[in-house]
């Protein structure tokens, strides 16, 4: 499975951002649209950390730290998972990544400054 996330940019305190992740390379086993997708961040100096993810029944589910700001969503058929960011923070600045099963792209950066 590959993985490649897009859509980050440097953003001001408040702003809204989407992510895509752009899966392929589900040929066998378990299809996409049933797959368990992750979103996890890396902010400079500070571990990995688990945003989002949304189930094989498309159940949500988010960390304290952007429950309530993030909506992680799926498009079965182009293989797409997204993250939808609202009324950013500082706090918010990181690397991106989606992940099925341990495997991630190369992240996309979100930087949120004033």
């Known amino acids: 499975v590959q993985l490649a996330e897009s859509g980050g940019g440097l953003v001001q305190p408040g702003e809204s951002l989407s992510l895509t992740c752009l899966a392929s390379g589900f040929t066998s086993g378990i299809p996409f649209q049933r797959a368990l997708m992750r979103w996890y961040r890396q902010a400079p100096g500070k571990q990995l950390e688990w945003v989002a993810h949304?189930?094989?029944?498309?159940?949500?589910y988010y960390a304290d730290t952007v429950r309530g700001r993030f909506t992680i969503s799926r498009d079965a058929a182009k293989n797409m998972v997204y993250l939808r960011m609202n009324n950013l923070t500082i706090e918010d600045t990181a690397i991106y990544y989606c992940?099925?099963?341990?495997?991630r792209g190369p992240g996309t950066q979100v930087t949120v400054s004033s």
């Open positions: 992940d099925y099963q341990g495997n």
């Open positions: 949304i189930t094989a029944w498309n159940d949500e």
